[in-house]
């Protein structure tokens, strides 16, 4: 298989269309902070799977048309060249590309909506890039979740479209909450929680997305599972709502911080994983929060909690030993985490 | 008429009084991004106008206190004074001086909230000019928007006051939309969109305000026109509200983002021309998705809009050949959007 | 007594049992910006009465578990030594520390909650610490505010908490407003906008307070006492409720304006002192503005108010002739307002 990945980059030097393919599939990787292009083609499958088995073929369309506006666009706005090949304006576009056709209905301007909604993910990437690197950080999804926010909050105002996010507006103690419940039934849940990175409500697909993670870092998908596994029981035990428990809906931002500050920005240890643990409650407390707030709004928090919660963990940048590279494992010590972000930072 | 305007310079130069009424007539021109104490006086007779024949004189009355206390405000906290010559430390006090007037009733206590408000919008001027520099921009028209929602949503706790923003507060999905319709009646409605980047609801005042526009720099007052018709248009394609529709609230806040991004901080250009239509329907789903926000609390979106599409739009840096000045035309093309963004930044 | 603090002083310096201690004693003291560990033992003796005297003895135990929780926290993630050695890890834990039993039911997972609430509150002084630095400005107690809002929104969607703002979730314009009255209840009231800087509402823990203050800086006690007397004024004038009125909730976050505008990061002076009354204004219209903001979430302002207008005020970093320390009045006066302000972020 080294030999078959070897001509592919190969190939991919060499042709401006392989070089796109190449680009596009790192992008659906990159949002689980890998930077493989068969990672990225086996998550097409589990989004594929996921939508054509939910029966909404459309949403996989929306994924992948997402993917090569928002890659198209960079292209067009010219930005650094050796991040765009990496995958790095790929990653928001495809999930603004799942979210509007998930949450709007179908109908041709919808479309429309989601192509300009993709270039604008691209742009917006630029924009806050530009801002966080001010602290030595990046966007992660955040540019998703802002003009995913904001093409839903929109809709509202426009008769054209129907907002279909399954959430009533509501102030807060207005509902009523259903728990739900600790046996094997969790397993899928787990599953779900990874699968729900990708807004799939599917088991088989957290599965393939876990084969993805598996196939380029073994510690990603080690720290995958720990925060979808440790979220959901946390949410559990202080009596969240069972229905999103079920749908691996506690599970999904945790998955993110876990393999961010477990597994890629920092070295995997024994410190660090204490932190990863304390991370995924930060997560999950601030997810129930931004629930709380958006629930009167009627969206979803989609992965905001995640980006908050790491970039709270990241900026007091203290020293655990970071990971620059997974080949370099020899590496001095001495060299601090700002050092690892400052590189992620470029890269993403 | 060029005689008069370097007499009028000469003396703005000499005379301590006709340099503070120099500066104050350049804030209302300043807020459409223009330099030029004619335009200014052109654009307060527009308010004038607009305030009179909406029967609310006390709305033009405000529009000059606000100027007047935010320009002394600023020469009290000895701001730079090449900035404050170029009357940009007037044009958001002046529109908080209408806001006021506009959304609260008329008593006295009104106006020492509207002086205090004028007084606090030169404060968050300098506040969030320092924050913006870290990334090469400015506060546009924010100051204004923070210090008017804080203003309003203060007011609703305040026995002393009575909030007129004509807004019931509302969960997302409780009103019902009726559309606009395509037809003659649009021409002044895209005057309106001039005009109500005042707060002014009056075709006659948004054509005087494009004559304004139009003996400073030609591209503004073609860019501002693009912006209004093409956010109206879309607007009513998506199927927004008639009755906003009608009064021009779905295009002042496009007016300003066309004006800044494809006539001011740019060289005009057909790549530029591109990026600014696309701004465009940003700005008016970044308006649309904010109201949809604000709705619950009974407050208008003001300015805000245009301020956040066009920080996401400056932000990214791109290099679209940039005008750095109408004088320096034939200046070398390699200077970045960069460089003129900064001088942008230090002049305002 | 001169005696007394330097032999603690010594002790301090010898023994990490004694220096812990004295850490954790500067915490409640730093919240109004001294650094003393007899004023953080008689804010301690404060709580301790407002809270038995109130019923509630385990907000007094909240209040010291939060400190303890937060120093140790820092400790833990090795900050600044100096910093710490201040209080500066402690004074916004302390206050999550009384929130979370103040505002969530008694049962043991609550103080699990506080445990991990306290920890976070630490990260986020350090995340937001890395932030501010950018502006020569320091994260106040803003850390204190978020984490506590994140932990009450959140409880909502936890079936094991039960939320006791007493705020009902409303929209703007829903309820009735009940104005204040102008007598000599208005005292006691004074006091208490004093001790809700702790959350506490009680004359007696607001008079004790007052002397805490005292005893380290008489221009911090005055300023607090102007803070206090100002915003409670300002909002009985401008009819503001008169429940909230009673328990000095209209003060507390104009305290805290006033002791850092007017006493500490400025040289007290006549000019400053004006600033100082503009400041108090503008805090009470953002937490009146906040107050509508967040009814609709029942959750309380907390100290947000304070936190937004202090950096509002100091931002625009005008030369007020400054204060750098009270020992070296003499020193020249041409060292900026910026230095101190940056050696005040440095030092907290």
């Given at each position: 298989m080294t030999g078959a990945v070897r001509g592919w980059s190969g190939l991919s030097d060499r042709n401006p269309l392989i070089e796109f393919v190449d680009a596009?599939?790192?992008?659906?990787a990159q949002v689980v902070f890998q930077n493989n292009p068969l990672s990225g083609l086996l998550i097409l499958v589990a989004l594929a799977w996921g939508a054509f088995d939910g029966g909404q073929p459309r949403i996989f369309g929306g994924a992948v048309l997402g993917l090569v506006v928002g890659t198209v666009t960079a292209l067009v706005l010219q930005v650094d060249r050796a991040s765009w090949r990496k995958g790095l304006f790929g990653f928001s576009p495809v999930l603004t590309g799942?979210?509007?056709?998930?949450?709007?209905?179908?109908?041709?301007?919808m479309w429309l909506y989601l192509v300009l909604g993709a270039a604008a993910t691209t742009v917006v990437t630029l924009a806050l890039n530009a801002i966080f690197k001010t602290w030595g950080l990046t966007a992660f999804t955040m540019p998703f979740v802002l003009t995913t926010w904001v093409l839903l909050l929109g809709a509202y105002q426009f008769n054209r479209f129907t907002v279909l996010t399954d959430l009533k507006p509501m102030l807060p103690g207005e509902g009523t909450l259903t728990e739900g419940r600790f046996d094997?039934?969790?397993?899928?849940?787990?599953?779900r929680g990874i699968s729900q990175v990708y807004l799939t409500n599917s088991w088989v697909s957290g599965l393939i997305i876990l084969v993805a993670l598996l196939i380029n870092s073994r510690w990603s998908a080690l720290f995958a599972v720990v925060g979808s596994v440790g979220a959901t029981l946390l949410a559990l035990w202080f009596g969240a709502d069972g229905a999103s428990l079920d749908k691996g809906l506690y599970g999904f931002n945790a998955v993110l911080t876990a393999i961010a500050v477990g597994a890629v920005l920092h070295r995997p240890g024994a410190l660090v994983t204490v932190y990863t643990l304390f991370g995924i409650a930060l997560t999950l407390f601030v997810q129930v929060a931004?629930?709380?707030?958006l629930t009167p709004l009627a969206i979803p928090v989609l992965t905001g909690p995640f980006n908050i919660a790491t970039w709270l963990l990241l900026l007091p940048n203290r020293?655990?030993?970071p990971l620059p590279n997974h080949e370099r494992v020899k590496e001095t010590l001495v060299s601090t985490a700002k050092r690892t972000v400052r590189r992620q930072a470029e890269e993403r």
């Open positions: 596009c599939l790192r992008g659906p799942i979210a509007v056709p998930t949450f709007l209905d179908d109908r041709p301007l094997w039934d969790l397993v899928p849940t787990f599953l931004l629930a709380t707030v020293h655990f030993a």
